[in-house]
C-alpha cells in the first residue's frame, strides 16, 4: 500500500485547477443505464471510484470507455445483476439502483458495506423506491428489487440527520421513467444532485426543484444519449483552501464555483484566513492571526461533513479552544486519534470534538482511515515540523485527483512511496 513522505514546514504558492466532483460523477455515471444510447461525461476526475464505477457499468453490460477526463458509456444491452464484490466495496455504487429498476423492472445489486465513518443505512433509499411501487427485499447480502411499472408518487425523503444525498438521487433518477408525477419532499440540495437533473433533464427528463427541498418529476416513456460537463469538486476546493491557510501561504484555486462551498470560505473568514475573489479565480491566504471557530456539519448549504476533518486540522493550528459537531455521520473523527500523534490537543465529547488550538505540531508516521481523514493527515503533515509518512493513502487515491503532484506543483515537500 502506497504511502506519502511529506517534509512539514512549506507555505504552499501558486495555483491550482480543481477536478470535476466525485460526487456528482458517480450519479451520473450510474444515470447513463437509463437510455441504450451513448453519454459522453466531460471533467470526469480520474480517480479509482470512477474506475470502478465503470467496471460496475460493464459488469451491468454496459461498454465504457475513459479517455482521460471524458468518459464515453452506452448501456446497450443490460443485465440486472451487478458484480458483488465490486458493488459491495464502493458506497457510491447504491446509486446503480434506481436506474436498473426504471430501465428493466428488476435489480439486483448487493448491499453496499458501511465504512469507518458510519453504518450507511439505504432504508431511506428503499422508502422512496417501494414509494413507487417496487417491493424491496435483502437476499443473502443482496438488494433484490422488482417493479413491473413505476407509479410516481408524493415521498418524504428525510431522515433521521436530514436528507440523503444519494437516497435523493435513486428517487430522482427512477421518477423520470416512472408513469404519473413524483414529488420528492425534504430533497437533498446538493449542487451534485442539481448536476445530475441537469444531466437527466438534458437526456429527456421533466425535472424542475432540484437543488430546493422539492423536487418535480414527470415521468417519461424513454431517455436518449447526452454530452455532460461535471460541476467542479467543491470538497476538494475546500480542502485546497484549507491546506494553504494552513500552510500560510497563497493558493489561487482555479475553476472553482465558490457558491458551492459558501460555508467553507465563510468560517475559514471568521477564522481570520483572507479570502479574495480575482474573475473566477478564489484566491486564499492566511490573513492576521488566526482565530478559533465552532463548527457544526449540515446538510448542504451548511458545513458539509466532507471538510470536517481538514477544517479540524486548521483548527488545531488556532490559539483558543474550537468546537467542531459532526450532525450527519456518527462516526467521522477517526482522524483524531492520529493527529494527536502529530501533537495536537483534541478530545472527543459525543458528537463534537473539542480542540486546544496553538500547539506546536512535529511530524510522525500516520494512518490514513477514509477519504476526507486522509486528506486532513496530509495538511497536518504539510504544516508539521519534520517528517511525516501517511500510510494507507489508497483511500486518497479514491477522491482526490492526482493529489500529490498538485501538492508538489503548489511547493510541497511530498513524495509517493509505492511499497513492494
Ligand atoms: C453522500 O453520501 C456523499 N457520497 C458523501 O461523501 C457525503 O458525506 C454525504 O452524501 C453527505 O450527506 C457520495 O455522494 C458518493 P447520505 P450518501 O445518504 O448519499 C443517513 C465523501 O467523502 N441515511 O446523504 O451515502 C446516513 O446514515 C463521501 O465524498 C439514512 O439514515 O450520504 C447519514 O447519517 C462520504 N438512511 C445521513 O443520512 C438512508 O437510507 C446522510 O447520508 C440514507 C442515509
Redesign the pocket.
Known sequence: MDSLLIQGGVPLHGEVTISGA??AV??IMAATLLTAEKCVIHRAPNLTDVSFMGDILKSLGATVSIDGNSISIQAARLTGVGDYDLIRKM??S??ILGPLLARLHHARVSLPGGCV???????????GLEALGATITIESGYVVAHAPQLEGADIFLG?????????T?NVMMAATLAKGTTVIESA?C?P?ITDLADFLIAMGAKITGAGSPTIRIHGVDQLHGAEHEVIPDR?EAATFAIAAAATNGEVTLKGARADHFGAVIDKLREAGVKIDRRGPDIVIKRGSELKPVDVTTM?YSGF???AQAQMMVLMALSPGTSIMTER???SRFMHVSELARLGTDIAIEGPSSIVKGGRPMSGAPIMAS???ASAALVIAGMVARGETLVNRIYHLDR?YENIDTKLKMLGAKIERVEEP
Open positions: 466525485k460526487n458517480l450519479p458506497r457510491g447504491i446509486c465513518i458510519g453504518s450507511r443505512p439505504i432504508d431511506l433509499h428503499r422508502k431522515g433521521r440527520a436530514g436528507p440523503t444525498v444519494l437516497g438521487a437533498a446538493e451534485e470538497i446538510p458539509p461533513t466532507d450527519i455521520f456518527e477514509d477519504l476526507r477522491g
